[in-house]
Nanobody, 124 residues
């Protein structure tokens, strides 16, 4: 059974930092692309960042470039998202996602497995 468990969300002030983690288990194939998405109340789920199976290739939404850094620890099967200079518009539930495949993917529909989400709230 595939499980993705996010952690690290919380309440921070404008300009603050957080590190999100996603612990992954039960994947049928280690060649798995992974990503982060976020969803604010009343909005659709939006792409944040993605990495290919190796972690060597990453892609970011324009709104987070230069502020968010995604990296993965394949030895321990953990995906991280470092977030700095957080803004109130970053407030959302953040979801970790995974899918079998080599390349980074930016569309939510391309992912098979999802975590339960972790809330990030940035106060102004």
């Amino acid at each position: 059974q595939v499980q993705l468990v996010e952690s690290g969300g919380g309440l921070v002030q404008d300009g603050g930092s957080l590190r999100l983690s996603c612990a992954v288990s039960g994947l049928p194939d280690r060649r798995t692309a992974m990503g982060w998405f976020r969803q604010a109340p009343g909005n659709e789920r939006h792409f944040v960042a993605a990495t290919d199976w190796s972690g060597l290739t990453t892609d970011y939404a324009d709104s987070v470039k230069g502020r968010f850094t995604l990296f993965r620890d394949n030895a321990d099967n953990i995906l991280f998202l470092d977030m700095i200079n957080l803004k109130p518009e970053d407030t959302a539930v953040y979801y970790c996602a995974a899918t079998t495949g080599l390349e980074a993917r930016t569309r939510a529909t391309e992912y098979t497995y999802w975590g339960q989400g972790t809330q990030v709230t940035v106060s102004s």
